[in-house]
């Protein structure tokens, strides 16, 4: 049993048109279970792109993203959703939390989408996460009800409520405060490690750093990968 | 299933104002539609029951339809004939009894005998053309709704005063006439008879009130100039939608011509369907645009909830799911809006089988005759629905179509 939860063959993704542009450029990679994967680099370098290849939000122009030991080349637009549904989790750099709707429902939607728990085990696991969240007290509140970094962990939930495989995060604390920021990369890290993997977009050198590997891109390649716990040792330089 | 209606539920119910317009398209195209299918109906069916009161449902008259086949046209093919000797035939169908007798054996409904023919009423120095009916009161009854059409006098009194005969209303107000005045019918062989008015009847057809009048067989056959003939059999089928099958099978059995009340009225008919299309087609009209109401609200609700969209998407959830969250919204104000349209329907139904109109045919004040039937409510309800889920259709389609990574990265 292999312990890789999502690998990246040779991934690249082209915009077509006019001009021409490759947003992700023939990118190798590979992430274990359980491993906290940070992805940094400039603006425009196509983090944020590769991240979207990776969670099957979008598809490769070439290559394939293997999830759990599945090939997505082949799946349908459809079977895309269903694998994102129940083995990917998102969290932007915003909440994008429905807003006619409470915390807690908004954490039940995917639970409810996936249909695979009676509305009462829903219910239970929905307070459970917003509870484990420090968010107990305000699953009835709807988002405008909730401050940043509330919004924020209620999105977290959301994302962990199918129990997926990885969670994929873009700039999560991008929108918030040094404290709110401070949290969720303490969430994300404990879920991390208790055995999901999970791979963030962040600009921040020093929350990247206490991720268990980062990879900086530029230009749509992989510059170089940092492994924590070796110090700064480059393991590897794009070519 | 149930988080899609939960969402669509919270779509609606937090935009009230939207909402209750939608509705409110929707039950004005509905109500407005039952009215307009019951008003029509009503009217047309009440038409059609004055028709068939006062029209035998099915006449057999002594002629054919078409010319007997010639002996050379049965022995060659390649033969036309033209211009064909007018071989003498005794007017009037022959053994009328034993053709009623076999017919009563199998036609549902009954038979009676009467000779038709033409004439001219002269009275007071005014000559008009009249159709005169002979009739057999006794069997009259069975065929005709003419005794419960009387207005003064009975149908029996045609055969206690000597040359009695019933006039429309409408003519013996024409001539000044009433009930025991004598008039005098002129045959078309020059006949001269003088009759004695025993009864007006009223049949609510004003060709028929202006120029029927019946008399008792015998006086009809003098005029005509045929003594003993009865050239017409008239039918009273318990169901005279049935009228057309049975004049069918009438004629096979006869070989006399036999006309139901719709072939008779054929031109009428074809006018009714004319507009029944019209109708129809405004009918469906009014509610395919009650449905742009709704399509108004589905499109502003999928432009607003683009990143909605975008994020459910992206949270796994399938495009045709998410498709369905807006066409359940259109159905939810459908189906409210389809409630309230058909109360209002009724009411209006109620509202104008109060209203009362002259009606010049007649010459009496009727209430407008509305049709109410489940039908109506059904077919409007049916078609507002469908109209409304179409409606819902195209916006949801388009904005479902969206990449949620176009959305996220807009709105990022």
Excluded at chain 1, 143 to 162: D, E, K, T, Y
Excluded at chain 1, 216 to 224: C, L, M, R, S, T
Excluded at chain 2, 103 to 126: E, M, N, Q
Excluded at chain 2, 240 to 256: D, F, H, I, N, R
């Amino acid at each position: 049993m292999t312990d890789i939860a999502l690998q990246a063959i040779g991934l690249v993704r082209r915009i077509e048109g006019v001009v021409a542009h490759t947003l992700v450029n023939g990118i190798d990679l590979a992430a274990n279970k359980g491993e906290f994967l940070a992805i940094t680099g400039p603006s425009g370098s196509g983090k944020s792109s590769l991240l979207y290849l990776l969670g099957l939000l979008d598809a490769p122009s070439e290559g394939e993203v293997i999830i759990c030991g599945q090939s997505t080349s082949k799946l349908s637009e459809s079977e895309r959703a269903d694998v994102r549904l129940t083995k990917c989790g998102f969290v932007f750099q915003f909440h994008f939390l429905l807003a006619e709707f409470t915390a807690l429902d908004n954490v039940l939607l995917p639970m409810r989408a996936a249909g695979r728990m009676t509305e009462s085990e829903m219910r239970e696991r929905g307070l459970s996460l917003l509870d484990s969240l420090g968010l107990s007290e305000h699953a009835n509140k709807h988002p405008n009800q909730l401050s940043g970094g509330q919004r924020q962990r209620v999105a977290i939930a959301r994302a962990l409520a199918n129990r997926p495989e990885i969670i994929v995060a873009d700039e999560p604390t991008g929108a918030l405060d040094t404290a709110s920021t401070e949290q969720v990369f303490s969430i994300l890290r404990d879920i991390a490690d208790e055995g999901q993997t999970v791979i963030v977009v962040t600009h921040d050198p020093a929350l990247a750093a206490r991720a268990d590997r980062r990879i900086h891109i530029v230009d749509g390649k992989i510059a170089e990968t940092t492994e924590r716990g070796v110090g700064e040792l480059i393991l590897e330089t794009g070519k | 299933m149930k988080l899609v209606l939960n969402i669509a539920w919270t779509h609606v119910s937090t935009r009230v104002r939207q909402t209750l317009v939608g509705m409110a398209g929707v039950a004005m195209g509905v109500g407005f539609t039952i009215m307009m299918a019951g008003l029509m109906q009503g009217s047309q069916i009440d038409f059609l029951r004055q028709l068939v009161d006062t029209m035998p449902h099915v006449t057999v008259e002594d002629e054919r339809r078409s010319v007997p086949t010639q002996p050379a046209e049965q022995e060659y093919g390649a033969v036309q004939m033209s211009d064909i000797a007018n071989v003498g035939r005794r007017a009037g169908i022959r053994y009328p009894e034993s053709v009623m007798n076999s017919l009563r054996a199998w036609i549902p409904g009954d038979v009676a005998p009467s000779v038709k023919t033409t004439a001219i009423i002269d009275h007071g120095g005014a000559r008009i053309g009249i159709t005169l009916t002979g009739i057999d009161p006794r069997f009259e009854v069975r065929v005709s709704k003419l005794a419960s059409q009387m207005r003064q006098g009975k149908l029996d009194d045609l055969s206690r005063a000597s040359n009695g005969i019933i006039v429309g209303e409408a003519l013996a107000e024409k001539l000044g006439l009433k009930t025991g005045n004598t008039v005098r019918l002129i045959g078309g062989q020059g006949t001269r008879l003088n009759s004695t008015v025993v009864g007006l009847f009223r049949s609510g057809l004003k060709r028929v009130d202006e120029s029927q009048i019946y008399s008792l067989t015998g006086p009809a056959q003098i005029m005509m100039g045929q003594n003993g003939v009865i050239n017409q059999l008239r039918l009273r089928l318990d169901d005279p939608l049935s009228a057309q099958k049975v004049a069918a099978q009438v004629e096979a059995q006869t070989g006399y011509q036999s006309v139901s009340w719709q072939e008779a009225n054929a031109d009428l008919l074809s006018t009714f369907t004319v507009r029944d299309f019209i109708v129809l087609t405004v009918m469906g009209a009014m509610l395919l645009t009650s449905s742009f109401a709704t399509y108004n609200i589905i499109s502003t609700i999928t432009h607003e909830k683009r990143q909605d969209i975008a994020i459910m998407k992206s949270l796994g959830m399938r495009e045709y799911a998410v498709r369905r969250i807006f066409i359940v919204e259109a159905v939810i104000i459908g189906v409210v809006g389809i409630l309230f349209g058909w109360i209002l329907g009724y009411l209006l139904c109620y509202g104008w089988s109060q209203i009362t109109i002259f009606n010049p045919l007649t010459g009496t004040t009727v209430p407008l005759q509305i049709y109410y039937s489940p039908m109506h409510y059904l077919v409007a309800g049916g078609i507002s629905l469908l109209c409304c889920a179409g409606a819902a259709y195209f916006p949801a389609r388009k904005a479902t179509r969206v990449h949620p990574v176009e959305i996220i990265r807009g709105s990022s």
